[in-house]
């Protein structure tokens, strides 16, 4: 008879020897290196770049099919990818995929569950799977059913729940054994209203101890729960930044909406022209208005604050100033001007 | 170790939360009840008719029933493990589950293992209910139980090789009809490749009537064990797991 080891015994009962890792505190946890995929003629990936330090949540967004799939199966060794490197907690994932699979919880986009078993007996499987102790695992199961609001159905059969309790189930599944990294393939798809902002609430929770990296193409969502924005668009990284500098590196500094009351004799050119020659103002946008309005969207340059200025014209000009507010970005806007302008490039080329 | 026992176990879980196991069950303990009171029927009334003609009864349980009976199960069995091997990956590649173990501190054989190890208990299961049936056999004469005992060895390892080649099988599809089809057209050739031999002693034909799976059986169910038997079965297990085990992989590369 053959003696199957899989792991050396010190592992078996330790399933997280520390990794030698530098003790800083900002230490990377997850590295891509112009990673890329090809699937025989197609370029899923192509040449991706970016480092996610530890306990940040990062969030992949892009439209359907842009490679954040891929990229994520890349980081959790499910595909190996066809040139570059990725590496999760200083371990890559083509050379020592048992230890970058020991480091990370993962949830697929549809969760990866067994109908036909009980919230607790699939929750007990997968902590052995991932080589918890016999010890430790019913004390395990109990905390991550808690956390993850499925403790009311443990005895219940997979096949009876709804997707928002699938999902949670799936989430749990992921978390069971206490990974360094978190890696979520849209984890809020298909969820009820009050269910995605709890499991947003969930996954804020559980950054700082965990790196998360969570792909979503709902836009709020990353403006939530996210530290960090990677914007992929047909394989390839348009944008990476913070949420909040994204914003505001890729407009003005401040937007602003103005609606003029347009009196009998109300020039539009003018007061077009008015705005524009205030100090600071980028950009004047004529925008369709109820009638008897006039609306204007005003973009200024990084640092100018304008608004003053811009009442003052339409006051001066003696013109009725019906409303003046700012207007937020969002990243809606930034997601579609990004993705655009790299159709757009495409298109251009020969 | 404790990998491939977990996935055993949750493989056996679930061949037995859904009806598949009970109904394989039910079915050939029906199917092997039958045979049994045929076997029996032709027993006694060949005896009555030795009887009467004044000829020695043929009384060797052993070599009357047993025999019979074991070389049945051994065709019919054909049927039975590509309906137990079909789901093992095709189940989880169709339902996503496959990322789960893929990407789990697992290595590839140990799930392919697990699987393989959790469909040949299943059958053993199966044989043992139908098995049952013999002890009427030791309750109401004595037959010899060592080659009996021989026999079922033997259908176990014949099992073990077929399951092999059926898990491979299912690693290959998502589809668990495929599976269940390819597998059954593979256990269905190696039975009838043994034809070959019957009419044709070119060497082509020695080595398609060797890979027949029954003309390594019957050794066995004649209480015979021979080591270039074992060593077809071992070997062809052996093959099949590692088919399935890089075929498995090669999911990684292919997908």
Redesign the interface.
């Known amino acids: 008879m053959l003696?199957?080891?899989?792991?050396s015994p010190s592992s078996?009962e330790e399933p997280h020897p520390a990794p030698v890792r530098l003790g800083i505190r900002d230490a990377t946890m997850i590295k891509v290196e112009g990673l890329t995929k090809r699937?025989n003629r197609f370029t899923a990936v192509q040449g991706i770049n970016f480092e996610v330090p530890k306990g940040r949540i990062v969030g992949f967004l892009g439209p359907n099919g842009a490679g954040k799939t891929t990229t994520m199966?890349i980081l959790?060794?499910?595909?190996?990818p066809t040139s570059g490197t990725a590496s999760v907690a200083g371990f890559d994932v083509l050379k020592q995929p048992?230890e970058v699979?020991?480091r990370?919880g993962?949830l697929?986009?549809?969760p990866?569950?067994?109908?036909?078993?009980e919230v607790h007996?699939y929750l007990s499987?997968?902590g052995?799977?991932?080589?918890i102790p016999a010890a430790e695992l019913p004390k395990r199961v109990e905390e991550v059913s808690e956390r993850c609001n499925v403790a009311d159905v443990r005895t219940k059969l997979i096949a009876k729940l709804s997707k928002g309790y699938r999902q949670r189930v799936g989430l749990a599944?992921a978390i069971i054994h206490n990974p360094d990294v978190l890696i979520l393939d849209e984890p809020t798809a298909g969820l009820d209203p009050k269910q995605i902002h709890e499991t947003r609430d969930l996954i804020r929770s559980l950054a700082g101890a965990h790196t998360i990296i969570l792909s979503t193409h709902i836009l709020p969502e990353v403006e939530q729960t996210c530290d960090e924005v990677v914007i992929i668009s047909k394989g390839q990284v348009v944008a990476r930044d913070s949420v909040r500098n994204l914003t505001s590196r890729l407009r003005g500094q401040e937007a602003v909406a103005i609606e003029v009351r347009a009196a009998e004799g109300t020039d539009a050119g003018a007061v077009e022209q008015a705005l524009r020659a205030v100090a600071g103002v980028s950009r004047v946008e004529r925008r369709q208005a109820r009638s008897g309005l006039l609306h204007f969207e005003i973009e200024s340059e990084p640092g100018q604050h304008v608004r003053a200025e811009l009442a003052r014209a339409v006051v001066g000009g003696g013109w009725d100033l019906e409303e003046l507010r700012p207007v937020a970005v969002s990243l809606e806007e930034i997601f579609l001007e990004l993705t655009a302008a790299d159709a757009a490039a495409g298109e251009a080329r020969p | 170790m404790r990998n491939i026992w977990n996935i055993c176990r949750k493989e056996l879980k679930s061949y037995f939360a859904s009806p598949i196991a009970y109904l394989l069950m039910a079915m050939y303990a029906i199917i092997f009840g039958f045979f049994f009171w045929n076997v029996i029927a032709y027993f006694v009334s060949a005896s009555l008719q030795a009887q009467a003609m004044g000829r020695p009864m043929p009384m060797d349980l052993n070599e009357m029933i047993v025999r019979p009976m074991l070389m049945n199960f051994s065709v019919v069995g054909l049927f039975l493990i590509p309906m137990i091997s079909m789901r093992l990956f095709a189940e989880e590649k169709r339902s996503g589950t496959i990322e789960l173990l893929m990407t789990s501190p697992v290595r590839d054989w140990e799930i392919v293992l697990g699987k393989w190890l959790a469909a040949v208990l299943l059958y053993a299961l199966t044989l043992g209910l139908c098995s049952l049936n013999f002890l009427f056999l030791f309750a109401h004469g004595n037959p010899d139980g060592l080659p009996l005992l021989v026999g079922l060895l033997g259908l176990i390892l014949q099992a073990a090789a077929l399951l092999a080649l059926g898990t491979f099988v299912s690693t290959t599809t998502r589809n668990q009809i495929i599976a269940g089809g390819v597998t059954f057209a593979v256990c269905l050739l190696l039975w009838v490749f043994e034809w070959v031999g019957g009419y044709e002693t070119a060497a082509w034909a020695q080595v398609m009537a060797y890979m027949s799976v029954i003309a390594h059986f019957e050794p066995f169910s004649k209480g015979v064990i021979d080591t270039k038997d074992v060593v077809y079965f071992v070997t062809l297990t052996y093959f099949g797991l590692f088919l399935s085990a890089r075929s498995l992989e090669s999911l990684r590369w292919r997908s």
């Open positions: 003696t199957f080891r899989s792991t078996i699937y199966r959790t060794c499910f595909l190996p048992m699979k020991k990370i993962y697929p986009e549809s990866p569950v067994y109908p036909e078993m007996e499987f997968v052995r799977l991932k080589g599944q």
